[in-house]
């Protein structure tokens, strides 16, 4: 029963790991309808840029929280503007396989670099060390990315569902150019959110870095399930995704407790089954 | 005027007659009568790799490039129909004819029970429920004990064509390759340019005016959906019986993104686009691992390259090309 | 349609491949190494580029040439690929005259290639690959595995940890077959040392977070966390482990680790930890004298020392080249009967090559040093116990490889 406890608390952990990715990829697809297979590659990008501020400029990991983002922020508002923003009256398949041939590019490129084993990240001092709290031993730093997650989630969904600037996120999905000839100026919305939502993935990346080995490979192992994540959630849907997010987490945590060897599969197996029972995923809206 | 832009440029060069009846029947003779020698002049073991993706590609083309559904878990059908094949030519000393057999029946009832349950959706979630299909049958692919998990099904035998003709000799296997990858390639080019072909493009084009006419688009999709199942099976069976083993390479979701490379750099929708496509893909993975590591970073250009400036594909410019600048 | 197949059937006949290589002294004027192995993907850093280096190093110490004939290295990326890897080599051997296939790490190319090369008659020198079915149940003649094997490493860290006090076992598995396979061997080795395993858990291959497997190796309150997996997957496993505060109580046992692996994770993360290799370059002053070499290479850009499947590629293509030496040709059975005659006595490794084509030699059981007793760069290991030839591989009846068993 211990051990259980200890799986279900491992597994809210991972969860909200893939709340964070999923949300970045709901917000990107709600908003600028691209599905944005590169997100595994930003988010390595952004683990990547926190050990070379390290280990190149001494830069800790608590500017690494704040610059990382934000460097990824900015390449992706450069791609959306340069390259990305031509695919938008296309079919969204379009999105999707642009994105993949750039995370092919990204990896390759640090692949060259690095090499494949990749690099170690250390805790930052302040969050070294854990509790025992009698079911298992959960290192601090495992509790500050729950916390952190949660925050920045519930921060990011209150800010699209509860303003007026979510107000003027949504209102540019529904009708671009009503919202057009109101005044706002849609691309430049569009290339914000864009820019917003792989910063998420960059985010995600500089807090995977101290638990996970720094290497050009550790973004394309995630993606896929993170994918499913979104789909489960209701593609676009920003709580639905952030609840799906933990919910797997938990239901994986089970599964590494009950039957491991399946626990890469058993998300798999849920999006099959929701999505022929309900087809816009849990929290979507059917269309 | 919807549809992929490869099939734009191939209506368009209908239209514009730079496509003809004539042209057409002259230019797959030529095909044909090429296909014969191209094992005296280049490695034919190379050949037949291209072959085998040529046809998978083409039937993963069926139902993209003219259904309209991505789906993004075929390698599912390519990888069992393999292992299938790898089975029972090894452990039960089947012909390789039943062999092939054996691994497009099974990938055709794959198809039927996967397509039966991803065709009610669309789009985006239909991508999705193939990816998840195929992600499990992965990792049955890992689980079950006749596959050999990672190192796979090692040392096939080709044995001998119904009794008469021992594969084991290069170009004899070549040949039989050829014939089932035109069988393959015949059996498409009659669904497409059958009735069931045009309705197929009217669900594509408009389903609820497709439905509204009397047509049960469930049953359509689904059929189509099959077929393409099936001959991607057949792919599989052949390619395990020519490179005599059968890995989970060829059933990771890997080898669903490549079918997609493929089919979108030859040419969505164009008959011939998907078969260059493989060309140019397995080319690429056979000649470009001298450069190293730069692979991944050229494959990326390719697609980003294609996605942004040739979305006709290789086949589709050509064909642009042509109507612009008539010879 | 029956006249197309007739035709089908006529090109057949009339086409008879017409192989048959000239059984002179060199074939072609040349002897060609090709390098096959994984340029890119997750045993780069422990073979790859650094295997290519390791070639072309020890061609060059050879002077060149063999018999007055010009040797050739090529190389190309196998991407972890059974058909990349098989084409390749059916490429080479048909169309490159390759003589010999080199590295191979990743155990299902290795399997792959094997047939092919056998069927071809070429020699393929294997550094990179564990199973111990390469040189078992499908063994082929023209065949050497040179530097390590499951059956090695199992046997090593399995029975010298429990004989230095690590009296239970927990195993972390990947979940393949090479995973469960090195965990049996494992299990078996501890049982007859004496120890006793207490449990198991399987992981999907690629899996980043092992927190949920490494609470249940904490609380099986085993002595020894046996690491059954490879790659990045151990890398992460170790990393994990030392943040759920496991390594103090707990002592690791990695059943797959490299130096480079090693190098990546750092210190911190993996002291103490105990496993099996081939070779250390501080060994002694060959090893040492041989690996400053090879670190300051120009292709050496990251200026690493060299992993076991590197050194061992170096030691196994000049005992080639002596064994074309001394055949006076090229042709592979002359070559590989030499190969087998000829003992090895190099900075790598004192041993011979059995019928059945492994290689037996000494392995070493190390601990990786803490920080503070790493004095210099790459000082990673404290060697604890040489393992002799005889008990560190199996022996040719164990392997029961069928060409070994005949004779």
Known sequence: MQALYGQLLVGLINGSFYALLSLGLAVIFGLVNVVNFAHGALYMTGAFLAWLGLSELGIGYWPALLLSPLAVGVLGMVVERTMLRRLYQLDNLYGLLFTFGLTLIIEGLFHHAYGNSGSSYPVPEALQGGTNLGFMYLPRYRAWVVLVSLVVCFGSWFVIERTRLGAYLRAGTENPRLLQAFGVNVPLMMTLTFGFGVALAGFAGVMAAPIYQVSPSMGSSLIIVVFAVVVVGGMGSILGSILTGLGLGLVEGLTKYFYPPAAATVIFAIMAVVLLLRPAGLFGRET | MSGPPGLQEARAAYRAGIITPGRKRAFFIAMALSGLALPLAVYPVFLMNVLCMALFASAFNLLLGYTGLLSFGHAAFLGSAGYVTGHVLKEWGWPPELGLLAGTAVATLLGLLIGGLAIRRSGIYFAMITLGFAQMLYFLAVQLPFTGGEDGLQGIPRGTLFGLIPLDRTLPLYYLVYAIFLLGFFVIYRTIHSPFGHVLRSIRENEPRALSLGYDVDRYKLVAFVISAGLSGLAGATKALVLQFATLTDAHWHKSGEVVLMTLLGGMGTVMGPSVGALVVVTMDNYLSGVGDWVTVIIGSVFVVGVLAFRRGLVGEALHFARNFPI | ??????????????????????????????????????????????????????????????????????????????????????????????????????????????????????????????????????????????????TYNNWALANGTGREVVKNGGKTWFFITADYVFGKSLEADTAKVVVESGGKVLGSVRHPQSTSDFSSYLLQAQASGAQVVGMANAGADTINTIKQAAEFGLTPKQTLAGLLVFISDVHSLGLAAAKNMYLTTAFYWDRNDATRAWSKRFQSLPGNEKKAMPTMVQAGLYSAVTHYLQAVKAAGTDGADAVIAKMKAAPVNDFFAKGKIGPDGLFRHDMYLVQVKTPEQSKYPWDYYRIVKTIPAAEAFPSVEAQACPLAVKK
């Open chain 3, 1 to 146: 349609m029956r006249t197309f197949a007739s035709l089908l059937m006529a090109v057949a006949l009339l086409t008879l491949p017409a192989p048959g290589r000239a059984a002179g002294k060199v074939s072609d004027g040349v002897v060609r190494i090709g390098v096959l192995t994984d340029m890119t993907g997750f045993y780069s850093d422990l073979a790859g580029p650094g295997s290519v280096l390791a070639v072309k190093m020890a061609v060059a110490d050879f002077g060149g040439k063999v018999l007055g004939k010009p040797i050739d290295v090529i190389s190309a990326d196998h991407q972890n690929k059974a058909d990349i890897a098989s084409n390749t080599a059916r490429k080479w051997f048909d169309e490159n005259q390759v003589d010999v296939v080199a590295d191979l790490v990743n155990s299902g190319t290795a399997l792959a290639v094997m047939p092919v090369a056998a069927e071809k008659k070429r020699i393929t020198l294997l550094s990179g690959p564990a199973t111990t079915a390469i040189t078992g149940e499908k063994c082929t003649p023209y065949n050497v595995h040179y």
